[in-house]
């Protein structure tokens, strides 16, 4: 385990404050000797239509990160966000059919279904035998 010195919280917080996107939130957090990164925004509900505040997923720092690490790790996070919510609104005959917040154990079950996948046919291979063609005779 790494041990966060108040100089490391320091550059980690200064390095996240020069962060910008949208209006989110981008900011770090220490329980015990744990530090993370987080977003946080205040934005429509794609359910209920109602505003909300969401909280993104917890991204893990170390105090060996390079500021460079620790910009990519929020622009993952960014990113990760981001696709969490198209995958919210992203729908299929009305159904947002690659929701996040699906029970994983319904996903299961769904999976064991015989026949829960539908993929196309394998390609049929054209085979050409040159092997019988006669060979021309001298002229």
């Known amino acids: ?3 966060w010195t108040t100089k490391d919280l320091l550059r980690a917080d200064a390095v996240i ?3 910008a996107f949208n209006d989110w939130r981008i900011w770090a957090r220490r329980d015990d000797e744990t530090v993370y990164l987080q977003i946080s925004a205040r934005e429509t509900c ?3 239509g109602e505003p909300m505040h969401w909280k993104s997923r917890k991204w893990l720092l170390s105090p060996h990160m390079t500021d460079g690490e620790i910009v990519q790790t929020a622009f993952k996070a960014v990113l990760t966000a981001l696709e969490h919510e198209a995958r919210e609104q992203f729908t299929y005959r009305g159904v947002s059919i690659f929701d996040p ?3 994983i154990e319904k996903l299961v079950l769904l999976r064991q279904m015989p026949d829960a996948l ?3 046919p394998a390609p049929v291979s054209l085979v050409i035998d040159n092997t ?3 060979e021309a005779g001298p002229r």
């Open 118 to 120: 539908k993929e196309r």
């Open 46 to 48: 794609n359910v209920t």
């Open 101 to 103: 917040h699906y029970d």
């Open 1 to 3: 385990m790494s041990i």
């Open 132 to 134: 019988n063609h006669a």
């Open 17 to 19: 404050g020069r962060i």
